[in-house]
């Protein structure tokens, strides 16, 4: 199933997306689309390297123009269901849309490479766990941080207010972007992630994902699924070393702080939990 898509929706489905595509993986796409005979997997493949595309193509699967009845989670999936046209149309959007400077190139690499790897590690720990939601699990892990660069885009001094709080033992992100800002990057990234048609469970973990021990006190009725979500991402963050990369700190405070409501909710000892890490290690994930 293929659908055709005007340059009216097109344009909609732009005006969503922000966050600036990463030079190499534009030029991987193109090199994959001129090749005779394109391979869709191999696109999808790099697409899913890129949190902008990755946006792009399940907001617009995930759209009026497709009508699917539940929400798509998986860029493999969603770059299937679009074809090839749709595709190179919304790639090729992006990339007239999007001409960085170096500088700003720079200012992203961080992001870039965090949210890949938290994204692969969620999805590796999903299956180790056994928990059936590994496409939404890597969305997640893709997104949780979207809110990050268009905060960074607005505010000069944001990347200096936020190595200050990855750096503090008390370490309360949200609330010191709260205070110098009058918002933080994880409401914007909420409303990024909803507008873009990720599952709900995804926008309430990513508006929630510096506040877990506020989900897991105040834990609602019907709430296990979040909560699973939350636990797999903070678990993903610190084996990714998230707190150095993008805070240039020497210990995750954080975690140290929330570790055991994600241990707890697996039922995960210290001991289990070093395996989980081994086996990300043996796949190549978290060594950066």
């Given at each position: 199933m293929t659908s055709s898509v005007n340059e009216n929706q097109l344009g909609r489905i732009l005006r969503g997306i922000s966050i600036p595509p990463q030079p190499q993986v534009m030029v991987d796409l193109h090199m994959e689309q001129a090749m005779p005979d394109p391979d869709m997997e191999r696109i999808a493949d790099i697409i899913a390297q890129d949190v902008s595309l990755s946006a792009a193509v399940l907001k617009l699967v995930n759209s009026n123009a497709f009508n699917i009845e539940q929400k798509i989670a998986s860029i493999q999936q969603a770059v299937t269901l679009l074809g090839t046209d749709s595709v190179t149309n919304l790639v090729n959007g992006l990339a007239v849309k999007s001409e960085l400077t170096d500088d700003a190139i720079q200012a992203l690499h961080s992001f870039w490479d965090t949210a890949t790897d938290v994204a692969a590690i969620s999805s590796s720990l999903a299956n180790q766990l056994n928990f059936k939601y590994q496409d939404e699990c890597y969305a997640l892990g893709l997104f949780h941080n979207a809110g990050m660069p268009l905060m960074m885009s607005r505010f000069e001094n944001?990347?200096?207010?936020?190595?200050?709080?990855?750096?503090?033992?008390?370490?309360?992100?949200?609330?010191?972007?709260?205070?110098?800002?009058?918002?933080?990057?994880?409401?914007?990234?909420?409303?990024?992630?909803?507008?873009?048609?990720?599952?709900?469970?995804?926008?309430?973990?990513?508006?929630?994902?510096?506040r877990?021990?506020?989900?897991?006190?105040?834990?609602?009725?019907?709430?296990?699924?979040?909560?699973?979500?939350?636990?797999?991402?903070?678990?993903?963050?610190?084996?990714?070393?998230?707190?150095?990369?993008?805070?240039?700190?020497?210990?995750?405070?954080?975690?140290?702080?929330?570790?055991?409501?994600?241990?707890?909710?697996?039922?995960?000892?210290?001991?289990?939990?070093?395996?989980?890490?081994?086996?990300?290690?043996e796949q190549g994930l978290g060594l950066n």
């Amino acid at each position: 199933m293929t659908s055709s898509v005007n340059e009216n929706q097109l344009g909609r489905i732009l005006r969503g997306i922000s966050i600036p595509p990463q030079p190499q993986v534009m030029v991987d796409l193109h090199m994959e689309q001129a090749m005779p005979d394109p391979d869709m997997e191999r696109i999808a493949d790099i697409i899913a390297q890129d949190v902008s595309l990755s946006a792009a193509v399940l907001k617009l699967v995930n759209s009026n123009a497709f009508n699917i009845e539940q929400k798509i989670a998986s860029i493999q999936q969603a770059v299937t269901l679009l074809g090839t046209d749709s595709v190179t149309n919304l790639v090729n959007g992006l990339a007239v849309k999007s001409e960085l400077t170096d500088d700003a190139i720079q200012a992203l690499h961080s992001f870039w490479d965090t949210a890949t790897d938290v994204a692969a590690i969620s999805s590796s720990l999903a299956n180790q766990l056994n928990f059936k939601y590994q496409d939404e699990c890597y969305a997640l892990g893709l997104f949780h941080n979207a809110g990050m660069p268009l905060m960074m885009s607005r505010f000069e001094n944001y990347q200096s207010i936020i190595e200050e709080a990855y750096q503090t033992a008390e370490f309360a992100l949200t609330d010191v972007e709260n205070r110098a800002f009058k918002t933080n990057h994880s409401v914007i990234g909420y409303y990024l992630a909803k507008s873009w048609g990720l599952p709900k469970s995804c926008c309430v973990v990513i508006a929630e994902h510096h506040r877990v021990d506020h989900l897991f006190r105040n834990r609602l009725p019907g709430s296990r699924l979040h909560l699973s979500f939350a636990a797999i991402l903070k678990m993903a963050e610190h084996i990714a070393s998230a707190y150095q990369h993008l805070g240039g700190a020497d210990e995750d405070h954080e975690w140290n702080r929330i570790k055991h409501y994600a241990l707890d909710h697996f039922e995960l000892t210290e001991y289990d939990f070093d395996g989980l890490i081994e086996i990300c290690h043996e796949q190549g994930l978290g060594l950066n």
